[in-house]
């Protein structure tokens, strides 16, 4: 089975730095997306993380680690259009595996 | 038109309607996907179309009933439907192959609700 866990609510201030985790169980691996969703839009690509490490992309940076099942999604200088939801997936073949979100609240 | 789209964007109907949602990819992907969103709950994975062939089902009541005519087409019929069946309704696409990238591009969605 799969199983994805990541936080339900994150709250920061406006110009902080906020990093969201993400636990993986699941059978077979490739590798690990981000989304984040506005409210009522689509979920669109923040990430891909194939190999271990970090990697940075402006003010959002994803880390892996296969080894311990675990990422995850480092939001910097945080502005009011990144209040949204952050979702972690797993990717094995051509299925993705989601977990439930994390809504990030970005207050002024 | 780019992207995914999706039609309609809301959905009211009663438990004894039929309807169908329909999306549409302009990217030249070759596989197709339809999630269900729930409220608080993650994606949950209905339907999976590569090279119009339907690769998975994951265990989705026969009251929802996919169809895929052609690579940059896919259809959800709906019949006697639940009010729990009342959610986001997502179709996503990707280039699936050895040497793609993978990336799922989602269209914006149907918001069913089921009387």
């Known amino acids: 089975g799969q199983n994805i866990d990541q936080p339900t609510e994150m709250t920061a201030t406006e110009g902080a730095i906020v990093q969201i985790n993400c636990t993986y169980q699941?059978?077979?691996?490739?590798?690990l997306f981000w989304y984040q969703q506005h409210a009522g839009e689509a979920p669109t690509f923040l990430s891909y993380?194939?190999?271990?490490g970090l990697e940075e992309k402006g003010r959002f940076s994803s880390f892996l680690s296969r080894s311990k099942g675990y990422s995850y999604l480092l939001l910097k200088e945080l502005q009011m259009k990144d209040s949204a939801s952050y979702l972690c997936?797993?990717?094995?073949?051509?299925?993705?595996?989601f977990g439930a979100g994390t809504t990030v609240t970005v207050r002024a | 038109e780019t992207g995914v789209t999706q039609t309609p964007r809301h959905l009211v109907m009663g438990m004894t309607n039929k309807k169908s949602l329909k999306c549409e990819q302009h990217?030249?992907?070759?596989?197709m996907y339809w999630y269900k969103q729930s409220a608080k709950k993650p994606l949950e994975l209905m339907f999976v179309?590569?090279?119009?062939?339907?690769?998975e089902n994951n265990s989705v009541p026969s009251r929802f009933s996919p169809e895929c005519p052609n690579s940059s087409h896919l259809f959800l019929h709906l019949h006697t439907l639940q009010p729990e069946d009342s959610a986001l309704y997502l179709c996503?696409?990707?280039?699936?192959?050895?040497?793609?990238?993978?990336?799922?591009?989602f269209g914006p969605g149907t918001r069913l609700t089921v009387l």
């Open positions: 996503a696409s990707s280039q699936e192959g050895a040497s793609s990238y993978n990336e799922q591009f």
């Open positions: 997936a797993a990717y094995n073949d051509y299925k993705l595996s």
């Open positions: 179309y590569s090279l119009e062939e339907r690769v």
């Open positions: 993380n194939v190999l271990d």
């Open positions: 990217l030249g992907h070759n596989a």
């Open positions: 699941t059978s077979g691996f490739n590798g």
